[in-house]
């Protein structure tokens, strides 16, 4: 075997700036629907949103949060030890991925076992089965983008 770097064609930056990129206009979307009340009074006046754009955007936050984290993964896992052993993890949790690389920060593997749950429950349309919880999506998400913030500075992975 040469000593040449072997390339490999990825979609991992793509992934991270669809939400990258949602995350920004859910926010936006989320300022724009509000404005102070009049008068100096404390609150927010919010408008009402018929079309749920800032909820799409949440959406596809949560939902491409887990699919740049499991490609980013899937990276890391065969770089550092090989395909191999990533076929023998591939369809464990992402905690458990972390911690074959040697993750121990324990507020990434609770966020990443909080976000799992979560985007299964919203993405696979399981929500109403845990009526005790009542989620908001715009919440989740930007829980979700920290959570890959999180991950790409423990693995110090730049992604600009």
């Known amino acids: 075997m040469s000593n040449k770097t072997k390339w490999i064609h990825t979609s991992v930056h793509i992934f991270y700036d669809i939400t990258k990129e949602s995350f920004e206009q859910m926010n936006s979307l989320i300022e724009s ?35 740049y984290l499991e490609a980013l993964l899937h990276l890391l896992i065969v770089k550092k030890k090989g395909l191999k052993t990533y076929k023998e993890y591939d369809r464990r949790p992402y905690e458990v991925k972390l911690k074959l690389l040697g ?3 324990e507020l990434i593997l609770e966020e990443c076992e909080h976000y799992r749950k979560v985007r299964r429950e919203i993405i696979h349309e399981k929500a109403h089965i845990d009526t005790e919880i009542i989620r908001f999506a715009q919440d989740e998400a930007t829980k979700a983008f920290k959570l890959i913030g999180l991950v790409n500075n423990y693995f110090k992975v730049e992604m600009n």
């Open 33 to 67: 629907g509000r404005r102070p009340k009049p008068n100096g009074e404390p609150g927010w006046i919010i408008t009402y949103d018929p079309d749920g754009r800032s909820f799409k955007a949440a959406l596809v936050v949560i939902t491409f949060s887990g699919i």
């Open 103 to 105: 993750c121990s920060d």
